[in-house]
Protein backbone atom coordinates (compact mmCIF):
# COMPACT_ATOMS: atom_id res chain seq x y z
CA UNK A 1 0.00 0.00 0.00
CA UNK A 2 0.91 3.38 -0.77
CA UNK A 3 3.18 5.13 2.73
CA UNK A 4 2.46 8.42 1.51
CA UNK A 5 -1.06 9.83 0.25
CA UNK A 6 -1.54 13.55 -1.62
CA UNK A 7 -4.56 16.01 -1.29
CA UNK A 8 -5.76 17.04 -3.43
CA UNK A 9 -5.33 15.23 -6.44
CA UNK A 10 -5.14 18.06 -8.90
CA UNK A 11 -4.72 21.66 -7.95
CA UNK A 12 -5.57 24.67 -10.54
CA UNK A 13 -4.38 28.27 -10.01
CA UNK A 14 -3.97 31.83 -11.27
CA UNK A 15 -0.19 32.39 -11.66
CA UNK A 16 0.62 34.35 -8.95
CA UNK A 17 -1.42 33.07 -6.40
CA UNK A 18 -0.09 30.43 -3.87
CA UNK A 19 -0.24 26.27 -4.12
CA UNK A 20 -0.56 24.37 -1.00
CA UNK A 21 -0.81 20.62 -1.32
CA UNK A 22 -0.86 17.78 1.61
CA UNK A 23 0.80 14.79 2.15
CA UNK A 24 -0.23 12.19 4.40
CA UNK A 25 1.49 8.85 5.95
CA UNK A 26 1.13 5.75 7.84
CA UNK A 27 4.31 4.94 9.83
CA UNK A 28 7.30 6.59 11.13
CA UNK A 29 9.71 8.32 8.97
CA UNK A 30 13.17 9.33 9.21
CA UNK A 31 12.78 12.17 6.92
CA UNK A 32 10.31 12.83 3.99
CA UNK A 33 10.42 14.47 0.54
CA UNK A 34 9.10 16.08 -2.01
CA UNK A 35 9.65 15.74 -6.04
CA UNK A 36 8.50 17.25 -9.14
CA UNK A 37 7.86 15.81 -12.56
CA UNK A 38 7.02 17.31 -15.64
CA UNK A 39 5.48 15.39 -18.41
CA UNK A 40 7.03 12.66 -19.97
CA UNK A 41 10.26 13.47 -18.02
CA UNK A 42 11.70 12.03 -14.66
CA UNK A 43 11.73 13.71 -10.72
CA UNK A 44 13.31 15.99 -9.56
CA UNK A 45 14.24 16.44 -5.97
CA UNK A 46 12.86 19.54 -4.55
CA UNK A 47 13.23 19.32 -0.46
CA UNK A 48 13.91 17.07 2.01
CA UNK A 49 12.45 17.39 5.68
CA UNK A 50 13.96 15.30 8.56
CA UNK A 51 11.83 13.71 11.23
CA UNK A 52 12.95 16.03 14.07
CA UNK A 53 12.43 19.10 11.97
CA UNK A 54 9.20 21.50 11.66
CA UNK A 55 9.45 23.22 8.75
CA UNK A 56 12.28 24.30 5.74
CA UNK A 57 12.38 26.62 3.47
CA UNK A 58 13.86 26.40 -0.26
CA UNK A 59 13.60 29.62 -2.52
CA UNK A 60 9.54 29.93 -3.13
CA UNK A 61 9.04 26.54 -1.41
CA UNK A 62 7.95 25.95 2.30
CA UNK A 63 7.56 22.66 3.67
CA UNK A 64 6.27 21.97 7.09
CA UNK A 65 6.16 18.02 8.76
CA UNK A 66 4.07 17.35 11.91
CA UNK A 67 4.62 14.07 12.82
CA UNK A 68 2.12 13.78 15.47
CA UNK A 69 -0.43 13.99 12.83
CA UNK A 70 1.77 12.17 10.21
CA UNK A 71 0.89 15.18 7.60
CA UNK A 72 3.24 17.36 5.67
CA UNK A 73 2.41 20.17 3.14
CA UNK A 74 4.09 21.68 0.37
CA UNK A 75 3.27 25.60 -0.23
CA UNK A 76 4.44 27.12 -3.43
CA UNK A 77 4.86 30.68 -2.97
CA UNK A 78 3.98 33.19 -6.23
CA UNK A 79 3.34 30.29 -8.52
CA UNK A 80 4.38 30.17 -12.06
CA UNK A 81 3.25 29.28 -15.44
CA UNK A 82 6.66 27.05 -15.17
CA UNK A 83 5.39 25.16 -12.11
CA UNK A 84 3.02 23.52 -13.89
CA UNK A 85 3.78 19.49 -13.23
CA UNK A 86 3.14 16.45 -10.74
CA UNK A 87 4.14 16.67 -7.31
CA UNK A 88 4.78 13.89 -5.49
CA UNK A 89 5.58 13.16 -1.56
CA UNK A 90 8.35 10.61 -0.58
CA UNK A 91 8.73 8.69 2.79
CA UNK A 92 11.92 6.84 3.59
CA UNK A 93 10.97 5.14 6.34
CA UNK A 94 14.68 3.88 7.36
CA UNK A 95 13.66 0.04 7.83
CA UNK A 96 15.15 -0.81 4.38
CA UNK A 97 16.82 2.87 2.52
CA UNK A 98 14.20 2.52 -0.13
CA UNK A 99 11.82 5.60 -0.77
CA UNK A 100 7.25 5.16 -1.21
CA UNK A 101 6.17 7.68 -3.49
CA UNK A 102 2.54 8.85 -3.07
CA UNK A 103 0.09 8.83 -6.37
CA UNK A 104 1.07 12.40 -7.03
CA UNK A 105 -0.91 16.20 -7.19
CA UNK A 106 -1.35 17.30 -10.98
CA UNK A 107 -0.47 21.51 -10.53
CA UNK A 108 -1.85 23.53 -13.40
CA UNK A 109 -0.90 27.39 -12.98
CA UNK A 110 -2.79 29.10 -15.59
CA UNK A 111 -0.80 32.44 -17.23
CA UNK B 1 28.37 15.98 -14.36
CA UNK B 2 26.32 13.51 -16.21
CA UNK B 3 22.98 12.69 -14.69
CA UNK B 4 21.16 9.59 -14.97
CA UNK B 5 21.43 7.86 -17.77
CA UNK B 6 18.82 5.29 -18.76
CA UNK B 7 18.03 3.72 -22.25
CA UNK B 8 16.45 3.00 -24.41
CA UNK B 9 13.91 6.08 -24.17
CA UNK B 10 11.58 4.28 -25.62
CA UNK B 11 11.14 0.33 -26.21
CA UNK B 12 8.45 -1.36 -28.43
CA UNK B 13 7.83 -4.92 -27.69
CA UNK B 14 5.30 -8.03 -28.25
CA UNK B 15 3.91 -10.34 -26.23
CA UNK B 16 6.22 -12.95 -25.57
CA UNK B 17 9.60 -10.76 -26.52
CA UNK B 18 12.16 -10.12 -23.65
CA UNK B 19 12.93 -5.76 -22.52
CA UNK B 20 16.20 -5.21 -21.20
CA UNK B 21 16.61 -1.22 -19.76
CA UNK B 22 19.87 0.03 -18.75
CA UNK B 23 20.70 2.47 -16.46
CA UNK B 24 24.07 4.12 -15.58
CA UNK B 25 24.02 5.80 -12.65
CA UNK B 26 25.50 9.59 -11.17
CA UNK B 27 29.54 9.66 -11.35
CA UNK B 28 30.58 8.02 -8.09
CA UNK B 29 26.88 7.04 -7.09
CA UNK B 30 26.91 3.32 -5.68
CA UNK B 31 22.93 2.57 -5.34
CA UNK B 32 20.60 2.26 -7.83
CA UNK B 33 16.86 2.34 -7.26
CA UNK B 34 14.40 0.72 -10.08
CA UNK B 35 11.04 2.48 -9.96
CA UNK B 36 7.48 1.50 -12.35
CA UNK B 37 4.82 4.57 -13.15
CA UNK B 38 2.17 3.76 -14.64
CA UNK B 39 -0.25 6.11 -16.34
CA UNK B 40 -1.39 8.73 -13.64
CA UNK B 41 0.00 6.70 -10.93
CA UNK B 42 2.69 7.03 -8.46
CA UNK B 43 5.94 5.45 -8.75
CA UNK B 44 6.02 1.55 -7.15
CA UNK B 45 9.07 0.82 -5.85
CA UNK B 46 10.57 -3.08 -7.26
CA UNK B 47 14.51 -2.98 -6.59
CA UNK B 48 17.76 -1.44 -4.98
CA UNK B 49 21.10 -2.37 -6.18
CA UNK B 50 24.56 -1.82 -4.84
CA UNK B 51 27.70 -3.21 -6.68
CA UNK B 52 27.23 -6.66 -7.39
CA UNK B 53 24.40 -6.92 -4.58
CA UNK B 54 20.81 -7.04 -4.57
CA UNK B 55 19.76 -5.10 -1.47
CA UNK B 56 15.81 -5.59 -1.28
CA UNK B 57 13.95 -6.50 -4.38
CA UNK B 58 10.66 -7.27 -2.54
CA UNK B 59 8.74 -4.54 -5.11
CA UNK B 60 9.91 -7.05 -7.99
CA UNK B 61 7.17 -9.22 -9.12
CA UNK B 62 9.35 -13.17 -8.10
CA UNK B 63 9.07 -14.56 -12.41
CA UNK B 64 10.04 -12.87 -15.38
CA UNK B 65 11.80 -10.22 -13.70
CA UNK B 66 15.31 -9.24 -12.98
CA UNK B 67 17.85 -7.12 -12.25
CA UNK B 68 21.85 -6.63 -11.52
CA UNK B 69 24.55 -3.80 -10.82
CA UNK B 70 28.09 -5.44 -12.23
CA UNK B 71 31.32 -4.59 -11.19
CA UNK B 72 31.66 -2.30 -14.66
CA UNK B 73 28.72 -1.16 -16.74
CA UNK B 74 25.17 -0.03 -16.13
CA UNK B 75 22.66 -1.67 -14.42
CA UNK B 76 20.12 -3.71 -16.10
CA UNK B 77 16.31 -4.03 -15.32
CA UNK B 78 15.07 -7.50 -17.40
CA UNK B 79 11.97 -8.06 -18.23
CA UNK B 80 11.56 -12.08 -20.10
CA UNK B 81 8.46 -12.76 -21.57
CA UNK B 82 6.35 -9.32 -22.00
CA UNK B 83 2.40 -9.19 -21.23
CA UNK B 84 0.36 -6.40 -21.61
CA UNK B 85 0.56 -5.41 -18.33
CA UNK B 86 4.09 -4.69 -17.81
CA UNK B 87 3.78 -1.70 -20.41
CA UNK B 88 4.87 1.14 -18.70
CA UNK B 89 7.76 3.90 -17.37
CA UNK B 90 10.18 2.27 -15.73
CA UNK B 91 12.77 4.91 -13.80
CA UNK B 92 16.26 4.37 -12.46
CA UNK B 93 17.81 6.42 -9.62
CA UNK B 94 20.40 6.72 -7.88
CA UNK B 95 22.25 7.97 -4.88
CA UNK B 96 25.54 8.75 -3.05
CA UNK B 97 25.04 6.84 0.42
CA UNK B 98 21.76 4.98 1.49
CA UNK B 99 18.23 7.09 0.57
CA UNK B 100 18.48 8.02 4.81
CA UNK B 101 20.68 10.25 4.48
CA UNK B 102 19.62 12.32 0.90
CA UNK B 103 17.95 12.00 -2.33
CA UNK B 104 17.88 10.37 -5.22
CA UNK B 105 18.65 11.49 -8.41
CA UNK B 106 16.48 10.27 -11.39
CA UNK B 107 16.71 9.42 -14.94
CA UNK B 108 14.45 10.23 -17.71
CA UNK B 109 13.07 7.03 -17.98
CA UNK B 110 12.52 3.99 -20.11
CA UNK B 111 8.98 3.87 -21.61
CA UNK B 112 8.19 0.23 -22.52
CA UNK B 113 4.89 -0.23 -25.05
CA UNK B 114 3.63 -4.12 -25.22
CA UNK B 115 1.90 -4.36 -28.18
Known amino acids: SQQGEEDPQALSIQEGENATMNCSYKTSINNLQWYRQNSGRGLVHLIL?????REKHSGRLRVTLDTSKKSSSLLITASRAADTASYFCATDTGANSKLTFGKGITLSVRP | NAGVMQNPRHLVRRRGQEARLRCSPM?????VYWYRQLPEEGLKFMVY????????ESGMPKERFSAEFPKEGPSILRIQQVVRGDSAAYFC?????????????FGEGSRLTVL
Open chain 2, 27 to 31: KGHSH
Open chain 2, 49 to 56: LQKENIID
Open chain 2, 93 to 105: ASSAKTVGAGELF
Open chain 1, 49 to 53: IRSNE
